[in-house]
């Protein structure tokens, strides 16, 4: 995968916003993304050092609307931990 395909955009809520206070940044990933390729990618976009990767994956739920059964896609997001000195200019 190149380095762009990996990180699909960022998550904007309050609580990713709270997180950036701590030199924490989150973003959204492919389902096949794995955390050494996350880091990798993050640290040739934004030329910063990566100390930690954590990554969160939520399944797709089965939702009914007016008797239609549907399924919502999987998702894949990442914590990213910035090492002491960094930072991303988001």
Partial sequence: ?????IIRGR???EKALM???LN???FYVPVKATKPEI???IESIFNVKVKD?????SKGKVKVFRGIV??????KKC????????SINL
């Avoid at 990767?53 to 994956?57: A, E, F, M, S, T």
């Avoid at 549907?70 to 998702?75: H, I, M």
């Avoid at 914590?79 to 960094?86: A, D």
């Fill in 39 to 41: 880091k990798k990618s």
């Fill in 53 to 57: 990767v954590n990554v969160i994956n």
């Fill in 19 to 21: 997180m950036q206070e």
């Fill in 11 to 13: 998550v904007v809520s």
């Fill in 1 to 5: 995968m190149d380095k762009w395909d």
């Fill in 24 to 26: 924490k940044y989150e």
């Fill in 79 to 86: 914590v990213v931990t910035l090492k002491e000195g960094y």
């Fill in 70 to 75: 549907g399924k919502k896609n999987s998702r």
